[in-house]
Structure formats: C-alpha cells, structure tokens
Nanobody, 122 residues
Framework: QVQLVESGGGLVQAGESLRLSCVASGRTFSTYAWFRQAPGKEREFVAASSWRGDRKSYADSVKGRFTISRANTDNTLSLQMNSLKPEDTAVYYC?????????????????WGQGTHVTVSS
C-alpha cells in the first residue's frame, strides 16, 4: 500500500525558513513533487524531483527560495523553504508519479499525502 506522509509545517514570520518532509512507503516512483493550495485558490505546482534527484523543476514563484531534495536511503522528499512570504501560506502536499519529469499538473500525479499547513505571518 502506497503512503505519503508529510511533516514539518507550522507558523513562521516572513523572512524565516521551514523544512517540509515527506516519507513515501509502498513503492518507488519516477517523480516526486510538492504542490500547495492556499485558501480559496486552486492547488498549484511548487517543485518536483526525479527519483535520483538529478532532475528538478520549480515554479517561478519559488525559484531561488525553495529547494527540493530526495534521499533514496529512506525514500524521503524534502522541501527547504527560505525567505518565506505571507503569500506562501498554504497547505503543502507531497505527490508521486510513475511518469518522468517534466510534470507540473495535478493530474500527472497518482498518489498524494494528506498535506501539512504552512502559515507565514507578515
């Protein structure tokens, strides 16, 4: 049974950092990603990584601030978020896909975690 479990969300002030983690179990996938959904908005792509971690992609809104990484030793996906802004406030979801990058659409991903809340105060 495939499970994706996120952790690391919380409340921070603008300019601070947070690190999200996602532990995947059940099988491995070709691509892992983070999406987010702010209140009243559509779920949007944040970043994605290949299984090996050698290919990555980012949404323009987070380039230079967020870093996605994969650890094959424990099948963990991480998202280091620096210089956080109030507009980064959202529920962040981990997702996994059998297909390879580039994959930025929700429908490209087959499995999803339950999400972790990130709130950035101004």
């Amino acid at each position: 049974q495939v499970q994706l479990v996120e952790s690391g969300g919380g409340l921070v002030q603008a300019g601070e950092s947070l690190r999200l983690s996602c532990v995947a179990s059940g099988r491995t996938f070709s691509t892992y990603a983070w999406f987010r959904q702010a209140p009243g908005k559509e779920r949007e792509f944040v970043a994605a990584s290949s299984w090996r971690g050698d290919r990555k992609s980012y949404a323009d809104s987070v380039k230079g601030r967020f870093t996605i990484s994969r650890a094959n030793t424990d099948n963990t996906l991480s998202l280091q978020m620096n210089s956080l802004k109030p507009e980064d406030t959202a529920v962040y979801y981990c997702a996994a896909a059998s297909r390879r990058l580039p994959l930025t659409g929700q429908n490209d991903y087959e499995y999803w975690g339950q999400g972790t809340h990130v709130t950035v105060s101004s």
